[in-house]
């Protein structure tokens, strides 16, 4: 297209020379970048613009370069034609490229021009409508925000310069009540022409209500933008991994830090990509205390825990008379609850603390989010179920596990129809987020929060049952080597110098399990529930590993019917179970005397014959085939390390001296 001919045919069939009609008709056949300063001169003709400029913004936003003519249009074209024409060109370019990545791909480029990315033309229209909606003059003002933040927030992507684009929108309808926070501030600049463009060019509203705004208006806007704020908040979270509940734990146990390995604590605060996240979130978080939302009182407490889960609240906003219809993103708060704790604790900032427990207060959070296909809602909001997770260490750390007092609980009756104790279903379900959540940092963190949470139930009858349902019926070989590790620290725990129960100083005269518990139907409970001003403890006697030696060292002998893919199949599936349950009896037998008091009688001749002799051979035989090559490398996977590890646990415990197996 020859420019200078361009330049002339928008210059001179400017109307009147024109109709309107036929003159868009000439702009949108001749646009390119080298017109758009000459357009833009044409376009501070204000009336030529109220009826012409919104129907260029689809065409302009695709252009490089254009900013300068939208932003013209903001200011001087009809606010209401032009928001609807944004709000439609931002749905019609979500669908046609907006969900190629952030680095989207130049394939497509025309006369060596780029092509303009969506993140760069979501952020020029939402500038847009910083201005456009300042600019309407009408009793209802709220109708027409409420409507454009469904929009934004449909087509939002959770990067960082889109989240920077809401956040400029927000403070700029909001009326910037106070600066953002200094602290932890987000290192991405979009440029805002609400903020640093010139007011004084805006236009009048054509058609400006001769009714005055409704008194309401000014509340229900600052709602709806506060409700707007909780749901990309929850967004962003949800598709941005700020490593919460890793970080807490290495803040809580600096000496589990692996010296020389670069800590996620350092990570955050050395590494550009990342520190951004919590410079974005830091962002967002200010921003929703700028819009009211800034303590942490039974009102907001009780909205997470007792009421709905409401994951849209802006679709819910239409002719709404009262700010209090309209709801918050319950996940987007859960999320602001864990920052709150979260950055009081590792940065010692001043930000409000929940009055809550574990019990009852975050055990019917956790219900609240995983009662219904749990992991399906894992994998769906993995950033509020970290949030969740990290809300529940910061408790624990507090030592606000329950509001009933220990002794009260230890004292409690059991009975063979009592139902599953809180402690087992909150167990249960944080194991839940151990087995599916998607990063393996967080699934580490739930592990260790529901042993803490183990650990802190004052009956230990209520823990031995709930390790036995673990070993006895969860399918996953990680989550039953962590009821193997709970298990070693609760016999650490008991002490050498406890006393078991009344039961177990009865003489014993043989090795068998006393009858195992049927923990799906509440039948026979394991074990004698201690009593407050006691020392009994089914941990310190041999009542525990009576309950528990068959699900922790199984019957092996079905190893024996398999062939050789099938061996290395079971092998590589329950390798974390078996290793750890390897080193249990390393942890045992090494040390038999001073294990003794909770060893049952025979317990080694047992565990020889129907756990360790199979197990050994077929170990064995997957170690000859892989020498032999029978078994190839891509075959094997991630097994040979698992292999030579767990050989050697099997000799060394063969050879250790409280371990009776037959030379």
């Known amino acids: ?64 370069g254009s900013d300068e003519c939208l932003e013209t249009i903001a200011r001087l074209g009809n606010p209401r034609e032009v928001i609807l024409k944004v709000l439609e060109t931002l749905e019609l370019l979500s669908q046609d490229d907006g969900y190629q990545s952030d680095d989207e791909s130049e394939a497509g480029e025309t006369n060596s021009e780029k092509a303009v990315p969506f993140k760069s033309k979501f952020i020029t229209l939402v500038n847009m409508l910083s201005i456009l909606h300042k600019r309407i003059k009408t009793k209802y003002p709220s109708r027409f925000l409420a409507t454009s933040l469904q929009t934004i927030y449909g087509t939002y992507r959770p990067n960082h310069e889109m989240t920077a684009a809401v956040i400029n929108l927000v403070h700029s309808l909001a009326g910037n009540k106070r600066p953002p926070l200094p602290s932890r501030k987000s290192s991405v600049n979009v440029a805002n022409p609400d903020q640093h463009g010139d007011a004084t060019k805006n236009a009048p509203d054509p058609e400006a209500d001769k009714e005055t705004e409704h008194p309401t208006e000014s509340a229900i806007q600052e709602r709806l933008l506060l409700s707007f704020a909780t749901c990309i908040l929850e967004s962003f979270v949800n598709k941005n991994d700020v490593a919460w509940a890793p970080r807490l734990l290495e803040f809580y146990n600096p000496e589990k830090i692996v010296p020389g390995r670069k800590t996620l604590m350092a990570r955050f605060r050395e590494e550009k990509e990342l520190s951004e996240k919590d410079g974005a979130v830091g962002q967002l978080v200010s921003l929703i205390a700028d819009l009211g939302l800034s303590c942490c009182d039974n009102k907001f407490l009780s909205q997470i825990i007792e009421g709905p889960v409401d994951t849209d609240p802006l679709f819910k906003t239409e002719e709404v008379s009262k700010p209090e219809e309209i709801g918050l993103s319950t ?49 769906k909001a993995p950033g509020t179920v970290q949030a969740l997770i990290t809300i529940g260490l910061w408790l624990h750390d507090k030592g606000l596990v329950s509001t009933v007092p220990k002794a009260t609980l230890a004292n409690q009756s059991t009975s063979p129809d009592e ?24 699934r580490n963190a739930a592990s260790c929060l529901a042993g803490l949470v183990l650990h802190a139930d004052p009956a230990d009858d209520d823990r031995l049952k709930i390790l036995y349902d673990l070993l006895e019926n969860c399918d996953y070989a990680s989550l039953k080597a962590c009821a193997v590790t709970w298990l070693r620290e609760e016999l650490i725990a008991a002490g050498p110098n406890a006393q078991p129960t009344a039961q177990n100083l009865a003489p014993q005269t043989n090795g068998a399990a006393l009858p195992s518990p049927t923990l799906q ?12 001003g006691t020392n009994m403890n089914v941990f310190a006697g041999s009542q525990a590993l009576e309950t528990v030696q068959y699900v922790v060292f199984p019957n092996m002998d079905s190893l024996k019917e398999l062939d050789l893919p099938e061996l290395v199949n079971y092998l590589g599936t329950n390798s974390p179970f078996i290793l750890q349950a390897a080193n249990f009896g390393l942890f045992l037998w ?21 756990w360790f002799a199979p197990l050994k051979d077929a170990v064995e035989k997957v170690k000859k085939a892989v020498d032999s090559n029978e078994v190839g490398s891509e075959e094997l996977g991630s097994l040979q390390f698992d292999l ?14 409280g371990f009776a197996v037959e030379k």
């Not at 400017?14 to 009609?21: E, I, L, Q, W």
């Not at 930000?351 to 994998?379: C, R, S, W, Y």
């Not at 590890?645 to 000799?651: I, K, T």
């Open 419 to 442: 139902p599953t104790s809180d402690y087992m279903n909150y167990t249960l379900l944080v194991t839940l987020i151990a087995v599916f959540h998607p990063q393996l940092h967080v």
């Open 331 to 379: 996940g987007g708060c859960v999320i602001l609850l864990a920052y709150w704790v979260f950055s009081t604790a590792v940065f010692d900032s001043d930000h409000p603390v929940p009055d809550m427990h574990i019990f009852p207060e975050h055990f019917a959070m956790l219900g609240k989010f995983l009662q219904d296909d749990a992991e399906e809602q894992i994998q």
């Open 1 to 64: 297209m020859d420019s200078a001919k361009a330049i002339e045919a928008i210059k001179e069939a400017k109307p009147p020379a024109t109709d309107r009609f036929t003159y868009l008709t000439i702009v949108e056949t001749n646009l390119s970048p080298a017109v758009l300063p000459t357009l833009n001169e044409v376009l501070q003709d204000a009336e030529l613009t109220q009826e012409i400029g919104w129907d260029l913004v689809y065409n302009l936003v695709n252009l490089p």
């Open 644 to 657: 030579d590890v767990l050989g050697d646990r099997l000799s060394r415990l063969e050879a250790a001296e």
């Open 521 to 532: 139907t509440g039948a026979a409970t394991p074990g004698t529930r201690s009593r407050a």
């Open 590 to 610: 090494s040390s038999a005397d001073k294990w003794r008091r909770v060893l049952p009688l025979n317990l080694d001749a047992t565990v020889k014959e129907r």
